[in-house]
């Protein structure tokens, strides 16, 4: 019992000076799983504070887990790789959420299309949180991806962990 007491005062101080976006100047370190259909792996991303709510980022994704194709084929590193620069709308403060929190909606240009996304970060101390955010692709560089071009060109979920440097 003393140990589960002194975890919840040392979470809860942690949380007293937590913010989940600082303005410009703020930077923002994002690494966690990315689930879409047909594969799973790793994203990692950055965001730097440009003004009060606006921040520029870039992410980048790699599948781990993909299922072969009809024909049993295997996807190589290209197809499975996915690289975007990102522009974020840092809202928290002006839905007056908890410092805490970010809402941030955004858009994103990648190797693969134009898309847009849409996040949440929660700090529970000043340096580390988590993220969750949805992603979807409005414009593909191909009119119809078919195979593995469906990869990284669809509808994506991520969560993991955020950090503040």
Request: no cysteine; glycine share 14%.
């Amino acid at each position: 019992m003393k140990k589960i007491t002194t975890l919840l005062v040392l979470l809860t101080v942690g949380l007293i000076n937590a913010q989940a976006f600082k303005g410009k100047g703020d930077v923002k370190f994002d690494i966690g799983a990315n689930f879409q259909d047909g594969g799973s792996g790793i994203r990692v991303s950055s965001d730097f504070g440009l003004g009060e709510n606006m921040s520029f980022g870039f992410a980048a994704s790699y599948l781990l887990s993909v299922s072969n194709d009809d024909l049993g084929n295997k996807p190589d590193f290209g197809d499975r790789v996915d690289i975007k620069g990102r522009f974020n709308a840092n809202l928290g403060n002006v839905f007056k959420l908890d410092p805490k929190m970010d809402l941030y909606p955004g858009l994103d240009l990648g190797l693969r299309n134009f898309g847009a996304h849409l996040g949440f970060r929660y700090f529970f101390t000043e340096g580390f949180g988590f993220f969750t955010e949805a992603g979807i692709p409005i414009a593909s560089y191909k009119t119809n991806p078919i195979g593995f071009d469906k990869l990284n060109n669809q509808f994506t979920f991520n969560i993991g962990a955020s950090f503040n440097l």
